[in-house]
């Protein structure tokens, strides 16, 4: 039996850290703020090399932040991919704007170029937001940052599944302009619960992001814009902390099983999405492609009954969910974003998997995949 994801393999002396910080906090009540926020924010900003981390409560907050901060509200129309997980989708909503959905490019599950450029062209819309899924981002980054900032359309980079991950040799965040991640624990680098950041180099943009993120404020009691309580507490920063002390090897760990996926999928005849050229994936999860639908029934079933969890990251396009129908404006480009719903099927992949473990996931695979269907 191997597990989809297996939250619980922490290091040797992670579990004794973590109680030993908890007590220490809890007798000092550092319940809110403090040295633990302020320990952490420094460190993100340097590990992903940007001038201002600023933390809240989740990913989704990250996001309805990042919009607010740019201006995005009432009457705005955002451009998001059509595929990518809910909160993208609601995050535009939840600020009073109207989405349009763009196709994504089937190669690496960004947003596609030609429909990008064709919304930006039809619609001319304030914002964009685009997905960096999988653990890697779109082979087109650096052109679509040029093209949103050439037609002053401002670019939100939804980065929760891209922690770690590196575009010719620096962090995949340093570049954005605003960019947003969630620690929610399946994340590379996840918290004991929900949290979340806001990354930029606007100071600014980061000050608007703090303010709105506790409550609008500019003195404790005055308020100087409509914000929200999106504050992270202090047991989420200090369980990062120690986090971040060993994320070199659970990310080592990942890529070493991203390896050997691919060594041994490929001999197996799977399709398998992989990074683009130029990026160091983080080791997010797998990405299996079977476009023949009994085929991947058959093998979703095979798993299950041999006690391999697996997933479906995501099985459905924004513009196919019963609860966009009464706020999308509109849709551009085709329907890869549906195709890839269909055929996608994500194997176990989280630190320290064993070489067994590894093993057992790819004899189930090959012992139910007919590889002359695929071809």
């Keep these: 039996m191997v597990p989809f994801i297996d939250l619980k393999r922490f290091e040797d002396g992670f579990l004794e850290r973590w109680s030993a910080k908890v007590a220490t906090m809890t007798s000092k009540a550092e319940f809110i703020g403090g040295n633990e926020v302020n320990a952490l924010e420094s460190r993100l900003s340097d590990f992903v090399q940007v001038a201002h981390a600023v933390t809240c409560a989740n ?14 509200g009432k009457g705005d129309l ?12 609601e995050a535009v909503v939840n600020v009073g704007a109207s989405p349009v959905t763009v196709d994504i490019d089937i190669v690496d599950g960004g947003i596609d170029w030609s429909s990008l450029t064709e919304a930006i062209t039809r619609y001319k819309p304030k914002a964009a937001v685009i997905a960096h899924l999988y653990g890697w981002g779109s082979a087109n980054l650096k052109a679509i940052r040029n093209l949103c900032a050439e037609n002053k359309v401002l670019l939100i980079e939804d980065g ?4 770690g991950v590196e575009i010719d040799g620096e962090p995949i965040y340093k570049g954005a302009l605003i960019s947003t991640t969630s620690f929610y624990p399946a994340k590379v680098l996840g918290a004991a619960g929900d949290a979340g950041a ?20 500019t003195t404790h009691y005055g308020y100087g814009a409509v914000g929200w309580n999106s504050r992270l507490d202090s047991f989420q920063a200090a ?3 120690i986090s971040l002390d060993y994320l070199a090897q659970r990310l080592a760990s990942r890529r070493e099983a991203v390896k050997y996926y691919t060594n041994a999928l490929s001999k197996i005849g799977i399709t398998e999405m992989r990074a683009p050229s130029g990026y160091l994936q983080n080791g997010y999860c797998n990405v299996c492609l079977i476009d023949d639908l009994g085929q991947k029934s058959k093998l979703e079933a095979a798993l299950k009954s041999s006690g391999i969890g697996f997933g479906n990251i995501y099985p459905g396009a924004m513009s196919e969910q019963p609860g966009a129908k009464d706020f999308l404006h509109a849709h551009v480009g085709g329907n890869q974003a549906e195709k890839l719903c269909r055929s996608v099927i994500n194997l ?11 093993a057992e996931v790819t004899h189930v695979v090959e012992s139910n995949f007919s590889k002359n269907v695929n071809e």
């Design 198 to 217: 806001v990354f930029t180099n606007d100071a600014d943009l980061a000050a608007k992001v703090r303010q709105l993120g506790n409550h609008g404020r």
């Design 348 to 358: 176990p992949l989280f630190p320290y998997m064993t070489q067994a473990e590894l």
């Design 239 to 241: 369980f990062l902390n």
């Design 160 to 163: 929760a599944q891209c922690f």
């Design 78 to 89: 955002v451009l998001v991919p059509n595929m990518t997980f809910w909160a993208t989708f």
């Design 59 to 72: 990913g989704t907050d990250a996001i309805q932040l990042a919009l607010r901060a740019i201006g995005v």
